[in-house]
């Protein structure tokens, strides 16, 4: 195989990677790509979120006071750039988080490991979706239907589980790339490891790498 | 709204794959002098006359949009690599060549900011072109050769064409891995009748016994 970009910096520029996959900018894009591509929650990021957060508010201050203080345009533009791009990646994080909360709420709430993967705040929001969502659908629909199958979760007092509870479909195959040098994964369905080297993109079932994203594996 | 692009067309929007790919860094020669930029992140410059400088993508693009800058295209994306390039993606039918992970987006957005930066813009762009459409496809054709596997690897696919073959595969494997385990994986046919096409993957009931409803 042709390994030829005929650039000579990619070694260079493997160890700038690895200096700038230090930036919390960096850090925020990764968990928000993995956040996204996954289909379950993924654990919240608390001390990347809130240093983000100050970063931002602070730049934002920054920016503020370099108006004030008449500095050039171009370079005021050029910073608020970055806020809006910091900015953009920190509100779709929590953005599709919240998607899925409001999918699989239930799911959730029920579930230890997945509910201890929230922060305070989307918990308090989970639990106020759940309320509103009981009480939305006791009014318009179950308080209508004949005693045994008024319950939220369940079709009928006979089901055996919770069977109305949507769940998150983690039979699904996801698209990877591997972090560091060499990634070696152990498939279900033959005894020979499937090797992943820097520039391989394997699509895997989830379940596979669900424990090694954002140590091994990075998903695309 | 921040960035929620439908997953059932592709799992990224082609402006939020743009975004991750803004942050590669291109080199640029910038015609005026600045101090060096603080920014979240990253730190880059200062900025000399006429000193070549690497920065993201998306500062090289704002600068040149201003007349700060010229913007030297990288390497990868001179004629003579192209042009090998393409011939190796030709000949060897059932691998990829090596391409920059970002090189769709990279190159598109240099065509649109700094053609007067690229000798011979239309040949880079009719290779590229070419390229792109020789690869999607060998995508395509290789996949027709899917056996049912639990994984599949593609050595050096790029992002837009990941994210563009992607429901696709996922869709394809899910088949496959249904088919070899049939009691491990939901029922989809159950569900597709009674639920629209759109809400189908949204709403999946677990595996559990379901109390069958009378069926309209």
């Known amino acids: 195989m042709a390994e030829d970009i005929g650039d000579g910096s990619t070694a260079e520029m493997d160890d700038y990677e690895t200096l700038m996959s230090t930036t919390d900018a960096e850090l925020l894009k990764t968990a928000w790509r993995n956040e996204k591509a996954a289909p379950e929650i993924l654990q919240f990021q608390a001390q990347l979120v809130k240093r983000a957060k100050e970063q931002i508010q602070l730049m934002e201050e920054t920016v503020e006071e370099y108006e004030e203080s008449g500095m050039d345009p171009l370079t005021v533009s050029l910073y608020q750039m970055d806020l809006d791009r910091a900015h953009f990646l920190l509100r779709s994080y929590l953005r599709v988080r919240l998607q899925k909360l409001e999918k699989y709420m239930f799911y959730i709430w029920k579930n230890e490991s997945l509910w201890s993967r929230l922060s305070d705040p989307e918990k308090m929001f989970v639990q106020r979706c759940i309320d509103d969502m009981e009480k939305h659908l006791q009014e318009t629909v179950l308080s209508k239907l004949p005693d045994n199958y008024q319950s939220v979760r369940r079709q009928s007092v006979i089901s055996e589980e919770d069977d109305m509870v949507p769940e998150p479909q983690l039979d699904t195959f996801i698209a990877c790339k591997a972090r560091n040098r060499f990634v070696s994964l152990r498939l279900a369905d033959s005894e020979r490891p499937l090797e992943m080297e820097r520039h391989d993109v394997s699509f895997v079932l989830y379940k596979v790498i669900e424990d090694k994203i954002g140590a091994d594996i990075d998903l695309v | ?216």
Not at chain 2, 12 to 37: G, H, K, T
């Open chain 2, 1 to 216: 709204m921040a960035g929620q692009s439908d997953p059932h067309v592709s799992l990224f929007s082609p402006p939020e794959v743009e975004f991750m790919a803004e942050d590669e860094l291109v080199e640029i020669v910038p015609n005026m002098r600045m101090d060096p930029l603080n920014f979240i992140c990253g730190d880059f410059g200062p900025f000399y006359p006429q000193i070549p400088v690497k920065v993201p993508l998306w500062l090289a693009a704002a600068l040149k949009k201003r007349g700060k800058c010229t913007i030297r295209p990288p390497q990868w994306m001179s004629i003579e690599n192209l042009t090998k390039v393409l011939e190796g993606e030709r000949e060897d039918r059932g691998t990829f060549q090596a391409v920059p992970f970002h090189y769709i987006e990279i190159s598109r957005l240099l065509f649109d900011h700094a053609r007067d930066d690229i000798p011979d813009i239309y040949m880079v762009r009719s290779l590229i072109e070419d390229i792109r459409d020789v690869r999607l496809h060998k995508v395509e054709t290789n996949l027709e050769k899917f056996s049912a596997t639990s994984a599949v690897k593609i050595a050096h696919l790029s992002a837009m064409e990941v994210n563009v073959v992607r429901p696709f595969v996922v869709r394809a494997l899910q088949a496959f891995y249904k088919h070899d385990n049939p009691v491990l994986m939901v029922d989809l046919d159950s569900v597709s009748d009674r639920q629209s096409h759109v809400t189908r993957q949204r709403q999946m009931p677990n595996n559990a016994q379901k109390q069958p409803l009378k069926r309209r």
